[in-house]
């Protein structure tokens, strides 16, 4: 599943073209490689997104085409 589309169906970010707009900027890392919104994620990578804030890192867990929101959750685990 592409990186963009598990950000939007995970709700880490609210739509796609805001993950795209994120990975073209340089704020998502791979198992620390920036990569590109079409970046293929495989179940244990690691990811980290860059917020004005600071930053968001967790491991995905699951590939879902679709999920309900409550599920959303289970396909990540937040690391510290």
Do not use: C, H
């Not at 704020?27 to 917020?51: A, F, H, T």
């Not at 600071?54 to 879902?64: S, W």
């Amino acid at each position: 599943m592409r990186i963009d589309k598990f950000l939007k169906v995970s709700r880490i970010l609210k739509r796609r073209t805001v993950a795209q707009e994120a990975a073209d900027a340089g704020k998502i890392s791979v198992n620390g490689k920036q990569v590109k919104p079409s970046y293929r994620l495989k179940v244990g990578d690691e990811v980290e997104l860059s917020y004005a804030a600071g930053a968001m890192r967790f491991r995905v867990l699951e590939l879902k085409e679709t999920v309900k929101k409550d599920e959303a959750s289970s396909l990540y685990e937040v690391l510290p």
